[in-house]
C-alpha cells in the first residue's frame, strides 16, 4: 500500500515537472487588464489554459498546464463539439493539430497581433488562430485561417473562428433574440450539462430571429457593476454558430463561428479559408465595463467614421409610405429643415418604370426615377434640399428583387432558387444571387450609378429585407451548391469595398428590415443602423437596452414618429418619444405637416436640445442604472470621457399612484468633482418633479452613493438630467 502511494505520489511530481518543463512555451495575448494564455504540451498540443484579468507576467509560468485543447479538432479531440473538421484528401476523417510556432507583431502603439501555427502531423494541413489585441479597449478579435497543400481539395465541415473554454461551477449566458418588431430581447438561463446552441440558418438578415452576441457570466447570475462576465459577437452577416457545451468535467466550451449547417465548404490547395472575426471581452467588473469596452472600441475600428459626430435626419417613410410626389416631398423637406434636423432621407417608392414602385408587390430592382412620381428626378429634390439647407439621403434595396420587375424579366437567373422549385417570396420579393460576380458588378452599378449620376446625395440607407430560402445558385456548380451562404457574404462584402473606395464621404445606414442585419464585420462600411421597425418608444427602451449591449448609441438611429403608433398602437406623449430617441441618435418619421403648431415648436427646442447634448450621447460612456426589465422605472446615463458632464434619462413604464421614488444612483462620475444637475427638454406644460432639485450642486461621490432623487407620476413620464462640472 505504501510503495503503491509513492508510485502515485512520484507519478504526480513528473508530471508536474514536465508541465513547468515547458514554461518558455506560455503564449501570452494580454490587453491593458485582460489575458488568455496558451501552453504547449509534451505532446505538443496547443492548450487553452486562462482567460481573465492580466497577471503579473512572472505569474503566466506558474498557470498550470491544462487538458483542454485550444482548437479541438474531429477525430483526435476528445470533446463532442470540433472546432474544425475536415475530410482530406485520401478521405481521412481526422485532424491532428500540434503546435508549430508564434509570432506577435504590433499594429501601430495599442494593437497587437499573435498568430499561432498549428500543422497536422501527417498532412500538409495547417490553422494558424490569429489574435488582434486591442489594448486600451480589452477587446480581443480572433479568427482562423485555415490552408493546405494536399494533392486535391479538403472539405471542410466545421471551422470556427475560436474555441474559449472556461472551468468555472457556473455558467449563466444571456441570449440576444427576437423578431421583426421586436428585435434584441435578453433572457438569461443557466446552462446545464451538454449542448445549448444559438445560430441563424438565414445566410441573408440573418439576425431576424437571435443576433450573434452574448454575455457569459461565470459562477453567478450576470450583474451590471460587479462579477465575472465575458461578452463576445461574431462578425459576420451571414449563417452563424455559437455553441456553448458544458462537458462531462464541467467545462464549459465556446465555439463561435460560421454556421456549418449546409455548408461544406470545397478547399482547394493553396487558398486560404479566413473566418470570421470573433470579438471577446472579459470584465471583473460586470456587464457595464464589457459594454462600455465593445462602444470604445467600436468608436475606434468597427464602425466606419466612428469618430464623426452622427447628424440628425427626417425619413420620409412613416410619413408617407409610398404615397408621395414632389410637392409632398418638398415640403417635407422644407419643415424639416425648419425644424433644424439636418439631413431628408427619401425611402422607398420613388424608383420603376415600366412597374412602377407603388407598393412592396413591384418594382424593386429598376433603380431609374420613377417620372411619374418624380418629374424632375432625384436632382429636384437635391436642389430642394440645398436650397433649404439641408443635407439629402437616399433608400436602396441592391440585393433584392421583385419577379415583378424589368431586372427579373432580364435576368431569371440572377436570383437565389432552385430549378424545379417554385419562386418562394417573403414581401414579394428574392434574393439577388451575390455569389455570382455578375451581380456583384450588377450590385454595385446600382449604387455607382444613383450616386454619380446625383451628386448630392450624402446618405444611403441599405436595406435588406428578407433571408434565404429556397438556397440554390445558378451560377455555383452543382458540387459547390454548398459555398451559396458563404460566397454570398463574400460578394456582398466585395460590392461594399467598392463602394466605400470609391465613395469614402457618403454615410450609410445598416438597415434590414429593422434589425436584421447587425455585425462587426458589416459595420466597418456604415456610419450607422437601425434596429427595428417597431417605433414605438416604449418597445424601443426594450431594443435599445439589447442593442447597446455590444453596439454604440452614437450608429443607432432612433427616429420620433406619429401616434397611435403604426405598430402597436400605443399613443405616447411627444416628449416620451423625443426623449427617448435623444438617448441614441435622434431622427423622425412622420409627417411635418399633421403635427399641431405646439408639437412643431416642441419638436424645433428639442432638436436644439439634441445638438447640446449629442456629443455626451454619441461619444461619452453609456452607464446604464435601472434596467426596463426589471424596474418599473428605467435609467441610463452617459458621461463625457473627461468625467465633466454627464446626461441622464429616465423614463416611468407604467403610472404609479403613489410616486414611484425609486433613487437614481448615478455612476462612472469623478466622485471629487461637484456637478451642477439641470433639467432638459422641459415640456413648459407640466410640473416637473425635479424642480427642487433644478440648479443644485453634488459631489459625484454623492451622486454616485445617494443618488437623484425624485418621483415620477404618469406612465410615459421621462427627463432628461444634464450634470456639468462646477470647479
Ligand atoms: C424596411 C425598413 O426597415 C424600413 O425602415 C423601410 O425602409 C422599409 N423597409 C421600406 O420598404
Redesign the pocket.
Known amino acids: 500500500m505504501y510503495l503503491l502511494k509513492k508510485i502515485i505520489l512520484l507519478a504526480f511530481l513528473l508530471n508536474g515537472f514536465e508541465s513547468f518543463a515547458n514554461i518558455n512555451e506560455n503564449i501570452v495575448i494580454s490587453t491593458a487588464s485582460n489575458a488568455l494564455v496558451f501552453k504547449v504540451d509534451k505532446n505538443k498540443k496547443l492548450r487553452q489554459c486562462y482567460y481573465g484579468g492580466k497577471l503579473n507576467s512572472s505569474d503566466y509560468s506558474s498557470i498550470q498546464i491544462s487538458t483542454i485543447d485550444a482548437f479541438p479538432t474531429f477525430g483526435t479531440s476528445y470533446i463532442n463539439e470540433a472546432a474544425l473538421r475536415a475530410v482530406h484528401a485520401d478521405g481521412n476523417t481526422s485532424t491532428e493539430l500540434v503546435y508549430d510556432s508564434f509570432t506577435t507583431e504590433k499594429e501601430g502603439d495599442s494593437v497587437e497581433l499573435t498568430t499561432i501555427l498549428l500543422k497536422d502531423v501527417y498532412f500538409p494541413f495547417q490553422v494558424k488562430l490569429c489574435f488582434k489585441a486591442y489594448q486600451k479597449e480589452n477587446v480581443i478579435e480572433q479568427w482562423s485561417e485555415i490552408r493546405h497543400t494536399e494533392k486535391k481539395p479538403v472539405m471542410l465541415y466545421n471551422f470556427a473562428s475560436s474555441h474559449l473554454a472556461f472551468s468555472n461551477t457556473n455558467y449563466y449566458l444571456t441570449q440576444f433574440y427576437g423578431n421583426w418588431a421586436e428585435e434584441m430581447k435578453m433572457e438569461e438561463v443557466k446552462l446545464t450539462r451538454g449542448v445549448k446552441v444559438l445560430d441563424s440558418k438565414l445566410g441573408v438578415r440573418s439576425d431576424q430571429f437571435a443576433h450573434a452576441c452574448f454575455m457569459l457570466s461565470l459562477n453567478a447570475e450576470s450583474q451590471e457593476n460587479a462579477g465575472d462576465v465575458i461578452g463576445g459577437t461574431l462578425a459576420w452577416p451571414g449563417s452563424w454558430n455559437i455553441t456553448f457545451d458544458v462537458d462531462q468535467q464541467n467545462s464549459l466550451h465556446v465555439i463561435p463561428g460560421i454556421n456549418a449547417y449546409a455548408s461544406q465548404y470545397k478547399l482547394k490547395p493553396n487558398t486560404v479559408f479566413k473566418t470570421p472575426s470573433f470579438l471577446y471581452t472579459y470584465s471583473s467588473e460586470g456587464t457595464g465595463t464589457v459594454s462600455r469596452n465593445f462602444h470604445r472600441w467600436a468608436k475606434k475600428y468597427g464602425i466606419y467614421r466612428g469618430e464623426k459626430t452622427r447628424t440628425t435626419l427626417l425619413?420620409n417613410?412613416e410619413a408617407t409610405y409610398f404615397n408621395f410626389n414632389e410637392d409632398v416631398l418638398s415640403k417635407i423637406i422644407k419643415d424639416a429643415s425648419d425644424m433644424g434636423f439636418e439631413l431628408f432621407l427619401l425611402?422607398?417608392?420613388w424608383f420603376g418604370e415600366k412597374y412602377p414602385r407603388n407598393d412592396?408587390t413591384q418594382g424593386l430592382g429598376d433603380w431609374m426615377v420613377n417620372r411619374k412620381k418624380l418629374p424632375d428626378g432625384i436632382g429636384y429634390l437635391i436642389n430642394e434640399s440645398n436650397k433649404n439647407n439641408i443635407k439629402f439621403g437616399i433608400?436602396l434595396?441592391p440585393e433584392m428583387v421583385n419577379p415583378k420587375s424589368e431586372l427579373y424579366e432580364k435576368h431569371p437567373d440572377w436570383v437565389i432558387g432552385q430549378p424545379n422549385r417554385a419562386l418562394d417570396l417573403q414581401r414579394n420579393q428574392l434574393i439577388l444571387d451575390l455569389s455570382n460576380p455578375k451581380v456583384q458588378e450588377y450590385v454595385f452599378s446600382v449604387i455607382d450609378k444613383t450616386l454619380s449620376e446625383n451628386p448630392g446625395i450624402a446618405y444611403v440607407?441599405w436595406?435588406c429585407?428578407r433571408y434565404m430560402t429556397n438556397s440554390g445558385s445558378y451560377f455555383l456548380s452543382a458540387e459547390n451548391q454548398s459555398h451559396l451562404f458563404i460566397d454570398y457574404v463574400h460578394g456582398l462584402f466585395n460590392v461594399l469595398n467598392r463602394v466605400r473606395a470609391k465613395y469614402k464621404d457618403i454615410s450609410m445606414m445598416l438597415?434590414?428590415?429593422?434589425g436584421g442585419r447587425i455585425d462587426y464585420a458589416t459595420l466597418p462600411y456604415f456610419d450607422e443602423f437601425?434596429i427595428?421597425?417597431n417605433t414605438d418608444a416604449l418597445d424601443r427602451i426594450f431594443i435599445q437596452w439589447g442593442t447597446t449591449q455590444f453596439f454604440p448609441a452614437m450608429a443607432l438611429a432612433s427616429h420620433v414618429s406619429v401616434v397611435p403608433n403604426g405598430i402597436t398602437g400605443r399613443s405616447e406623449p411627444l416628449k416620451f418619444r423625443f426623449d427617448v430617441a435623444m438617448s441614441a441618435k435622434l431622427g423622425m418619421?412622420l409627417q411635418p405637416k399633421d403635427m399641431s403648431p405646439d408639437d412643431k415648436e416642441f419638436s424645433k427646442k428639442a432638436i436644439q436640445e439634441y445638438y447640446g447634448i449629442r456629443g455626451i450621447v454619441q461619444f461619452g460612456d453609456l452607464y446604464r442604472l435601472l434596467s426596463p426589465y426589471t424596474n418599473a422605472r428605467t435609467a441610463l446615463m452617459y458621461v463625457s470621457e473627461n468625467k465633466n458632464e454627464a446626461i441622464v434619462f429616465t423614463y416611468l413604464l407604467k403610472k404609479a399612484i403613489a410616486g414611484n421614488n425609486q433613487p437614481l444612483v448615478l455612476n462612472g462620475l469623478d466622485p471629487k468633482k461637484m456637478y451642477a444637475v439641470s433639467e432638459i427638454n422641459r415640456d413648459p406644460k407640466s410640473y416637473s418633479w425635479f424642480s427642487p432639485l433644478e440648479g443644485q450642486i453634488f459631489t459625484g461621490e454623492f451622486l454616485m452613493k445617494y443618488g437623484l432623487r425624485f418621483a415620477m407620476y404618469n406612465e410615459y413620464d421621462s427627463k432628461i438630467i444634464k450634470l456639468t462640472v462646477r470647479e
Not at 511 to 514: A, D, I, K, P
Request: charged fraction near 40%.
Open positions: 425619413n417613410w425611402d422607398d417608392g412592396d433608400w434595396e440607407k436595406d429585407n438597415c434590414s428590415g429593422g437601425w427595428t421597425d418619421d
